[in-house]
């Protein structure tokens, strides 16, 4: 009995230590490039007729935004994120990778509180978001941000 426990413990243990730098692993661009394959089934599960003017919502530096923009050409993409001290992401960033991109005409960023959207109804054809919405503190209830988005 004593041996299961610290074997299991150990296998506990183990498991703790290897799944971190699995997981940078799995992520990393040279690696499974998981983050890279997120922000493509997003872009692609796009309809057609929600290309035009979409709302990125969480940012961080941008990448998703940018990544959109890239990939349809006629699309206009604002990128909101509150760019809180919890994170090193910055507008900075954000504006930088999208001229890197050469696609700055067509996608901005501004702050705002993903809990409560500063925009009028219909300003946009759809809105994407990676990895955010459970990281947004600035309401309890979860479900008030998705229904700012919708
Ligand atoms: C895990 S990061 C994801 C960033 C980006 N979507 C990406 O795919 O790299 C979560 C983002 O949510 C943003 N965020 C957290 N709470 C927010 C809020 N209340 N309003 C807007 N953005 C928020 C953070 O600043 C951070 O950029």
Same mark, same amino acid.
């Given at each position: 009995?004593?041996?299961?426990?610290?074997? !299991?413990?150990? $296998?506990?243990?183990?498991?703790?230590?290897?799944?971190?730098?699995?997981a940078?692993?799995?992520?990393?661009? @040279?690696?499974?490039?998981?983050?890279?394959?997120?922000?493509? *089934?997003? !872009?692609?599960?796009?309809?057609?007729?929600? /290309?035009?003017?979409?709302? &990125?919502? +969480?940012?961080?530096?941008?990448?998703? %935004?940018?990544k *959109?923009?890239?990939?349809?050409?006629?699309?206009?993409?604002?990128?909101?994120d509150? #760019? +809180? /001290?919890? #994170?090193?992401?910055?507008?900075?960033?954000?504006? @930088? =990778? %999208?001229? $890197?991109?050469n696609?700055? =005409?067509?996608?901005?960023?501004? /702050? +705002? &509180?993903?809990?409560?959207?500063?925009? $009028? =109804?219909? !300003?946009? &054809?759809?809105?994407?978001? =990676?990895? !955010?919405?459970?990281?947004? /503190?600035s309401? %309890?209830?979860?479900?008030?941000?998705?229904? %700012?988005? *919708?």
């Amino acid at each position: 009995m004593y041996r299961i426990i610290v074997a !299991t413990l150990f $296998a506990i243990l183990l498991i703790s230590f290897l799944f971190p730098p699995y997981a940078c692993v799995m992520f990393s661009q @040279k690696g499974g490039r998981l983050q890279e394959k997120f922000y493509d *089934l997003i !872009t692609q599960s796009l309809r057609e007729e929600v /290309k035009s003017r979409i709302l &990125d919502i +969480g940012s961080g530096n941008g990448v998703l %935004a940018v990544k *959109l923009a890239q990939q349809y050409g006629g699309v206009q993409v604002v990128g909101i994120d509150y #760019w +809180g /001290k919890d #994170w090193e992401y910055s507008k900075k960033v954000c504006e @930088k =990778n %999208a001229q $890197a991109a050469n696609v700055e =005409n067509r996608v901005h960023f501004q /702050k +705002g &509180d993903a809990a409560a959207l500063d925009f $009028a =109804n219909d !300003t946009f &054809d759809g809105a994407i978001s =990676n990895l !955010t919405f459970h990281e947004v /503190k600035s309401v %309890a209830d979860k479900k008030l941000v998705l229904q %700012a988005a *919708l």
